[in-house]
């Protein structure tokens, strides 16, 4: 989902903001958290995750094109981790039930 269709749907689902206020808010929201990681701090959202920035050292890397061994300079990455409460959200429909992933459970229950 890009940018813009976020701000379409949520203008769809509630029709009493106007789609400028949406895109003002997305913006606000979004450049706050780059000046934060801009500053290496790090941002956290409750049940949503983490954005943070990590350090990556100097490194030997490779030219695809030619082969030869460069150095890669050290540099800051931006890092996302998933909140507990999403990465759930996000498995619940992968999840097994547990009489299925451990047939000894559903003895277990019979016998008792």
Avoid: Y
């Avoid at 895109?23 to 949503?48: C, P």
């Avoid at 990455?77 to 959200?89: I, S, T, Y």
């Amino acid at each position: 989902m890009t940018r813009s269709e976020l701000i379409q749907q949520l203008a769809s689902r509630h029709p009493e903001l106007t789609q400028k206020d949406i895109e003002m808010a997305a913006r606000l929201i979004l450049d706050k958290i780059a000046s934060v990681l801009e500053q290496k701090g790090r941002v956290e959202i409750r049940g949503f995750g983490a954005f943070a920035v990590f350090h990556r050292r100097p490194r030997k890397g490779r030219n695809p094109n030619t082969g030869m061994i460069i150095e890669l300079p050290a540099k800051d990455v931006p890092h996302f981790r998933a909140g507990k409460d999403l990465r759930e959200r996000v498995n619940r429909s992968h999840a097994v039930p547990r009489s299925v992933a451990c047939p000894e459970a559903r003895l277990e229950a019979m016998e008792a």
